[in-house]
Antibody, heavy 121, light 107 residues
Framework: QVQLVESGGGVVQPGRSLRLSCAAS????????MHWVRQAPGKGLEWVAV????????HYGDSVKGRFSISRDNSKNTLSLEMNSLTPEDTAVYHC??????????????WGQGTLVTVSS | DIQMTQSPSSLSASVGDRVTITCRAS??????LNWYQKKPGDAPKLLIS???SLQDGVPSRFSGSGSGTEFTLTISSLQPADFSTYYC?????????FGGGTKVEIK
């Protein structure tokens, strides 16, 4: 069965960096676009970034553009999110999510449980 | 960005009730509308894609309808497992955007 397991969350000071990972199994990872979606405490869902199946195309939400970088290693079935210049507004549970197509058509058909990132001094 | 507005933001209902949640888009999104169920601490679950396509394994008491700017999610007979928060999401434009959520609570 499809499994997505995030890791790398924790408490980090404002201005610092953090790298999240998502280990995928149960499907052909290299055939699907992948996303990061976050949920701040008490808030709704916010899309963060997408990467196409071959890694050749990426897009970001305005709130993270220029600070976050999404990447993938299809040989290791792993998705990553490099987060720089973190602010308290980045505090959230970060979910990785599979797209139903290779291109990132924004249908999130499977999700991980998420990893909590807390940005605080 | 396309704004998605859900109503109500919360509702109380009893087991067996028929529940309807509405989602409105700030512009036409044709039928590029998905619905998710989210419970605290759990991964979100895709229920319905392209406005009305029920995902494999999702009970038939869930249904979706609509096109353009107005959409509905209906639960025909609410079950204990359905008490949760529901989100709509448009897949028409970048960035994809979510509604604010509808929390379905036990009356």
């Amino acid at each position: 069965q499809v499994q997505l397991v995030e890791s790398g969350g924790g408490v980090v000071q404002p201005g610092r960096s953090l790298r999240l990972s998502c280990a995928a199994s149960g499907f052909t990872f290299s055939s699907q676009g992948m996303h990061w979606v976050r949920q701040a405490p008490g808030k709704g869902l916010e899309w963060v970034a997408v990467i196409s199946s071959d890694g050749g195309n990426t897009h970001y939400g305005d709130s993270v553009k220029g600070r976050f970088s999404i990447s993938r290693d299809n040989s290791k079935n792993t998705l990553s999110l490099e987060m720089n210049s973190l602010t308290p507004e980045d505090t959230a549970v970060y979910h990785c999510a599979r797209d139903s197509t290779p291109f990132g058509d924004y249908v999130f058909d499977f999700w991980g449980q998420g990893t909590l990132v807390t940005v605080s001094s | 960005d396309i704004q998605m507005t859900q109503s109500p933001s919360s509702l109380s209902a009893s087991v067996g009730d028929r529940v309807t949640i509405t989602c409105r888009a700030s512009q036409s999104i044709r039928n590029y509308l998905n619905w998710y169920q989210k419970k605290p601490g759990d991964a979100p679950k895709l229920l319905i894609s392209t406005a009305s396509s029920l995902q494999d394994g999702v009970p038939s008491r869930f249904s979706g309808s609509g096109s353009g700017t107005e959409f509905t999610l209906t639960i025909s007979s609410l079950q204990p497992a359905d008490f949760s928060t529901y989100y709509c999401q448009q897949a028409f434009g970048t960035p994809p955007t979510f509604g604010g959520g509808t929390k379905v609570e036990i009356k």
